[in-house]
C-alpha cells in the first residue's frame, strides 16, 4: 500500500514538474538556451532516472522477494547511468 501511494505521489510530483517546465519553456525563446545548459539538465535528469531504477531493483529484491523482476530494473538503472557517465543520452554541444 505505501509504495502504491508513494508511486502516485511521484508521479503527481513529476507531472507539475513537467507542467512547470511546459509552462517555462512556452515563455522563454528556447534558442536563447544555450547548447551545454540543455545538455547539462538532460544528463541530470537521466542520473535521477538510472538511481530512481536502482532503488526500485533493489526494492524489489530485497523488500519484496522477486529476485527476476529486481535484476532485470537493476540491470537498467546501471546501464543509463554508464551510458550517461560516457554521455550517450545527449548529443555534443556544437562548436
Known sequence: MKIQLFGILLFGFLMVLVFGINYFTQRVDIDKVSQQKKNKYRTWFWYFYG?????????????????????????????????????????????
Not at 530485497?62 to 550517450?88: H, Q, R
Open 51 to 95: 538511481v530512481f531504477y536502482l532503488f526500485l531493483g533493489l526494492n524489489y529484491i530485497f523488500f519484496e522477494g522477486d529476485f527476476l523482476f529486481g535484476t532485470i530494473w537493476v540491470v537498467i538503472s546501471i546501464t543509463i547511468l554508464v551510458l550517461n557517465y560516457k554521455g550517450k543520452f545527449f548529443s555534443k554541444p556544437s562548436k
